[in-house]
């Protein structure tokens, strides 16, 4: 294993549900984004529950995940292919960001797995929508905003 794997090795079971790995929604994903999906899962805790005296039940915490670009690139996915792999498990319902980080510092975003793929393909998916997010001033449309304001200011001076 190299280095760089060795840090964010995970020793942990994937337990997913035999009716995921044969939806119309998981068989779409690439081989790397199904590969992230499950790292996901392995990232995953659980605790045993009790619901009777005799029966237990795995109480799963599916909230608060973190898989930062770092740890993507340690396995060889690139910064650009995990964001994609990351907005394709959000719209097809995998995943959902509950906090978008920043990308400055160690600032990183945080998931919450989802079963919104369970209706992937029928009238009653929500397709979710992951937002980029840029450093006050650094996007698009405020780079068009300045070149518009400059350019009348150069027009009233000439």
């Given at each position: 294993m190299a280095n760089g794997?060795?840090?964010?090795r995970l020793k942990r079971k994937v337990w997913i549900e035999p009716d995921m790995m044969e939806s119309e929604a998981f068989r779409s994903l690439s081989a790397k984004a199904m590969w992230v999906l499950l790292r996901f899962y392995q990232k995953r805790t659980w605790?045993?529950?009790k619901t009777s005296s005799r029966h237990k039940v795995t109480i799963y915490q599916n909230d608060g995940l973190v898989f930062?670009?770092?740890?993507?690139?340690?396995?060889?996915?690139?910064?650009?292919?995990?964001?994609?792999?990351?907005i394709?498990?959000?719209?097809?319902?995998?995943?959902?960001?509950?906090?978008?980080?920043?990308?400055?510092?160690r600032d990183y975003s945080r998931y919450g797995l989802s079963?919104?793929?369970?209706?992937?393909?029928?009238?009653?998916?929500?397709?979710g929508t992951k937002r980029r997010v840029l450093q006050q001033g650094l996007d698009v449309q405020t780079w068009k905003a300045r070149r518009e304001e400059e350019s009348h200011a150069m027009v009233k001076v000439a």
């Open positions: 794997r060795r840090k964010f605790e045993k529950g930062t670009y770092a740890e993507a690139l340690a396995f060889g996915i690139s910064r650009a292919q995990f964001h994609r792999i990351i394709d498990l959000v719209e097809k319902g995998f995943i959902e960001v509950q906090y978008q980080g920043g990308g400055v510092g079963d919104g793929w369970k209706k992937y393909g029928t009238p009653e998916f929500k397709k």
